[in-house]
């Protein structure tokens, strides 16, 4: 609604903010250890907004083409969001794709 009545751009803190921030850590961490995002492996405990923002960035974030995570376990409070689970909301079941089981 936010969106609908003002004429700048609006962003949501609490997703976008985290997602740029983890993004950047991680960009730094790599470059440190001279990994890829490609050799990765990410574990987000905490499928609310933020993490569910953050997943979706490193997910279909492409630098190079391929340079993008590929393993990515995004945990909820009770347990791994997989297409097991009969119990996920349209926003988890829409990462389902990017995740591994």
Known sequence: ALIE???IPVMHDDQHGTAVVVYAALQNACQVLGKTFSELKVVING???AGL?????????EKTGSDRVKSLILCDSK???SKNRQDLNEY??????GTIQ
């Not at 923002?53 to 974030?61: F, I, Q």
């Not at 988890?92 to 794709?97: G, H, P, R, S």
Request: with cysteine.
């Open 5 to 7: 009545q003002c004429d």
């Open 47 to 49: 499928a609310g907004a």
């Open 53 to 61: 923002a953050t997943a979706k960035m490193l997910l279909n974030y």
């Open 79 to 81: 347990g791994i969001i």
């Open 92 to 97: 988890k079941n829409q990462i389902l794709a």
